[in-house]
């Protein structure tokens, strides 16, 4: 039996194909039943299951083209942000931002609304200035910048066909150095969050809520190229780490990108973990709910209220931000956002117990649930939480007519 990568699901797929070209997948694409497109494995949700047939990407090509006068690279739909980040940092050119791990693909990460952290710097998909898509009649598709429907085609879960290419903004490259703040209080960081979450180009806060009143770790990820701004130790309290730390604190930093301030090319400090470790434990369940950033400060001391009650099945939980966009169906669609991102235990029984309870104490902040985690899907209502969802609705029924492509299961 297929499994995702954490180990909490197995597919209910009945077949999986490889197509190795891309004219082979529109050959393959009209003949399939309730065909799905599956990436990396790295999500947690039936986003990628399907009772018909996965179309894995896993074998299309994996080719990077940077177009230094337009400030774009075409990267194929197969590629991992691993394979893609060094051969456009070799070019001298860089992305905006990364997700906490490299391992995962680029169209993949993109359709599920996936994202790094950054007050400044919104998710994943907002780098994506066009797509190529085999849809489910075998027509390869392009969407760019001037076509009406790409707001609502980037992040797709899966719905319009199969991304072959995907063209993102790209940036001169730049190095970013990383610093670690432990027993951070939380009541400090509370009173001011502006001030917390500014300290860096990206910053991610984590707590395994064992101690309600602490954040175990701040992870402080600063540009080389900007200006520094005040010592995370002022602003936070705490104490800087004395080594290397894991951003779950019970495991072996060994797999963490370099930390202690060491400055490194982009690709190499942006994310929390190497590309040649296990990211994360490895086996695990992840949910994720992000709320506007005006409602933060009221979620994350929800959450608190309820520490006795997820601590024991979680591993660790991180609080990020991320930039407003107008995306038909990102978690930040028209509102900065605060992520607050639970890595549980693989306990599939007690995480179903609890997630409920979880989502219920953020929905008076209109959290939206990461389309890639697990979420309490009967708590879930689409159409409240995403302005553009009927638009979305109606783009799927233009690509999709015959409604040949699955939908998500459970969804």
Known sequence: MRTNWGGNLRYAATHLVEPGSVAELQRLLPTLEAPRPLGSR??????????????????????????????????EGGARYGDVAPVIDEAGWALANLASLAHITVAGAVATGTHGSGDGVGSLATQVTALEVVGWDGELRRVDAAHPDLPGAVVNLGRLGVVTALELAVEPTYDVAQTVVEQVPLDRVLADLDAAT????????FTTWTSPDLLDQVFVKRRTDRPAGPDPVDVLGGRPADGPRHAIPSLDPAPATPQQGSPGPWWTRLPHFRLDATPSAGREIQTELLVPRRHAVAAIEALRGIAARIAPVLQVCEIRTVAADELWLSGASGTDAVALHLTWHLDPTAVAAVVPELQARLAPFGA???WGKVCDETAT????????????????????PDGRGAPALGR
Request: without cysteine; charged residues 25%.
């Open 198 to 205: 500014s300290l860096g180009y990206s910053v991610s806060m």
């Open 368 to 370: 939206r649930p990461h």
């Open 42 to 75: 790295h999500s947690f949700s039936r986003v990628a299951d399907t009772t018909g047939t996965q179309v894995s990407t896993a074998r299309l090509p994996v080719s990077v083209e940077v177009d230094a006068e337009r400030r774009v690279v075409r990267v």
């Open 381 to 400: 209502d689409a159409a409240a939480l995403y302005p553009r969802w009927g638009d979305w609705l109606d783009l799927v029924a233009r690509w999709d």
